[in-house]
């Protein structure tokens, strides 16, 4: 007979969670690596970069700094992410306020704001939002 109290019971997956999850790690982790790269050229390449439409007046707004911003809430969106696909709820939180402020970080710097990130920030955080009586 199997004693049910030495069982370590585990949070089951819901395969909406697995899917999010997936889509994040994609976002997060590309966007983490692109300002990774960023924080890396700005340095060595800061003239021709100022010459990106957009990124022109990123530089000039604050530059490094920006970019170390941008990094830093990648990386803790992707660590939210991780986080959810071992069934935490701080992951949740983690993620929830590194993509709020992802949101707000451009407006700042003066870069127009244009609705689909929100629209899709909004999505991500309601769905994973759903699924957070699945987490522990």
């Not at 395969?15 to 994609?26: A, P, R, Y």
């Not at 957009?54 to 803790?76: D, E, N, T």
């Not at 709020?100 to 899709?120: E, S, Y």
């Not at 769905?127 to 009586?133: A, F, S, V």
């Given at each position: 007979?199997?004693?049910?109290?030495?069982?370590?019971?585990?949070?089951?997956?819901?395969?909406?969670?697995?899917?999010?999850?997936?889509?994040?790690?994609?976002?997060?982790?590309?966007?983490?690596?692109?300002?990774?790269?960023?924080?890396?050229a700005?340095?060595?390449?800061?003239?021709?970069?100022?010459?990106?439409?957009?990124?022109?007046?990123?530089?000039?707004?604050?530059?490094?700094?920006?970019?170390g911003?941008?990094?830093?809430?990648?990386?803790?969106?992707?660590?939210?992410?991780?986080?959810?696909?071992?069934?935490?709820?701080?992951?949740?939180?983690?993620?929830?306020?590194?993509?709020?402020?992802?949101?707000?970080?451009?407006?700042?710097?003066?870069?127009?704001?244009?609705?689909?990130?929100?629209?899709f920030?909004?999505?991500?955080?309601?769905?994973?939002?759903?699924?957070?009586?699945?987490?522990?």
């Amino acid at each position: 007979m199997e004693n049910a109290t030495n069982e370590v019971v585990k949070a089951k997956r819901p395969g909406l969670v697995t899917v999010l999850c997936i889509l994040t790690f994609i976002g997060s982790g590309l966007g983490t690596l692109a300002y990774l790269l960023l924080l890396i050229a700005a340095g060595s390449l800061g003239a021709m970069l100022a010459d990106i439409p957009g990124l022109g007046s990123m530089i000039a707004g604050g530059g490094m700094a920006i970019f170390g911003v941008s990094f830093v809430l990648s990386f803790a969106s992707l660590f939210g992410a991780i986080k959810m696909w071992g069934m935490k709820k701080m992951g949740f939180y983690i993620y929830a306020v590194a993509q709020v402020l992802m949101l707000i970080l451009p407006l700042f710097l003066g870069v127009p704001f244009t609705i689909m990130p929100l629209v899709f920030t909004a999505l991500f955080i309601v769905l994973y939002g759903i699924n957070l009586k699945h987490m522990s």
